[in-house]
């Protein structure tokens, strides 16, 4: 089965080919991604820029898609788009690109939530078996899952304030290190001492495995604000304390998710991490070694693939038309679509 994933529900036009075997195993055919540098002096994305971005690359980087893997639309099995959550003018230009590809070619549509793409691409790197413990975090999300099969997820805690990769963006813009934010700040934080500021670390120890961040991003801007004077190695410092924080947050609320789902992952339990923020080496290791000291298994997908990428778009897809869950052209984007009210098998 060989799928075809669009990816545009950000600033990131993403087409890549996947092959999905009967067995369950999968191979990247082709990636191709542009990260549009539109948004960079506004320190943000601006949507209507973004969805026109998409417009003017999306059927090159198809094409090129194709070219890449040696193949044509009469060797596909289906298409499949992003429909949702996300910047809605996007998610249009790739839902509505994938339905005319469909239509013309005669192929499945398949409709992907964004995140499930995340949720689902270590099954695509490391055939990663199900059940497992999700950790996804992103610039707009910030969750913990049960991932029990395509389509079944059970939402153990959430941010109640902002996402992870919003508090990174944010600290790098208050920093005045640049956008977007995750990758400058963890660059930063490589020379600083993680211990010079004491910042404080919402929620943890708490029951449940919820996630708050917003304190802390305060704290960032009123611990820059009593610095007389800023240095470089001021900066270093603040986001290699601010890093560490982050670290301590994921860890208590992952040792909450863990006590909280316990048998329910079976003998073998596993974490993987998903979402941009799961590109972050300090983090990475961090979990690693939370994981390994619990006797639990520990799988993140590599970091281009964690960032968006049309990849996690066609593999979701892959799962999905293997199961039959395809979409009629009725289908429509949507700005907001939680995980777990996406249908299942
Ligand atoms: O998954 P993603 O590419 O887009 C969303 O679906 O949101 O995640 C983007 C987020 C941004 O907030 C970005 O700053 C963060 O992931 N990010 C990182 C790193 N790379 C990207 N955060 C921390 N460290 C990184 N290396
Ligand atoms: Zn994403």
Redesign the pocket.
Known sequence: MIVLGLET??D?TAAAIVRRRADGSGELLANRILSQEDHAPYGGVVPELAARAHIAHLDRLVAEALDEAGLGFGDLSGIAATAGPGLIGGVLVGLMTAKGLAFAHDLPLIGVN?LEG?ALTARLTDGAPFPYLLLLV????CQLLIVEGVGRYERLGGTIDDAV??A??KTAKIMGLGF????A??ARARTGNPDRFPLPRPLTGREGCDFSFSGLKTAVRKTLLDLEEVTESDKADLAASFQKAVGDILASRVEAAFAMAGRRLGPEPRLVIA???A??AY?REKLKSLCVARGASFIVPP?KL???NGAMIAWAGAERLALGLTDGFALSARARWPLTEIASA
């Open positions: 529900s950000c990131e964004h995340h992103s610039g707009g999300h990769g919003e990174f963006d977007p934010g995750g990758p700040v963890e979402g941009g923020v590109a972050n983090l970091p964690c960032t968006d």
